[in-house]
């Protein structure tokens, strides 16, 4: 997937919140983006009953607000939800879950990124660059 397409993805949980409401944010929240489909943490089991009702028209919404079809399917998981105006991060957890990437690859990072001047921008990008090249090893063994 490109850059573009990585940027595109992360912006579900920017927009997530707007789109399908605060009522519905307190109960269910991104999780990930794996293959065009987005995995929702859910609160309880009857929410995650109404939320697999509304799945077209979320799809459709967030589609729509992304400018792409980004989405394309969503799957639904059990667990606590901490709406997002509580987290620090959109995406709470462990940030690294692949293997580290080769060596020398955080320098070449950071001449990529050099040029850029918002940092909360460049720490994303690293962010994914890093993900990016840690998954593509973990598939090369």
Do not use: C
């Amino acid at each position: 997937m490109s850059l573009e397409g990585k940027f595109k993805e992360h912006e579900v949980w920017n927009v997530w919140d707007d789109v399908v409401g605060e009522h519905v944010s307190h109960h269910a929240q991104p999780e990930r983006m794996r293959s065009k489909i987005l995995f929702l943490r859910v609160s309880t089991s009857p929410w995650m009953q109404q939320l697999s009702y509304m799945g077209e028209g979320i799809v459709e919404a967030l589609n729509k607000r992304l400018g792409a079809p980004i989405v394309e399917e969503i799957r639904f998981r059990l667990g606590d939800v901490v709406p997002k105006s509580k987290t620090t991060s959109p995406h709470p957890g462990p940030l690294n879950t692949h293997p580290p990437p080769r060596k020398g690859a955080a320098r070449k990072i950071q001449k990529v990124l050099s040029p850029i001047k918002d940092t909360q921008m460049k720490e994303i990008l690293e962010r994914v660059m890093l993900r990016d090249m840690g998954s593509r090893k973990g598939k090369a063994r």
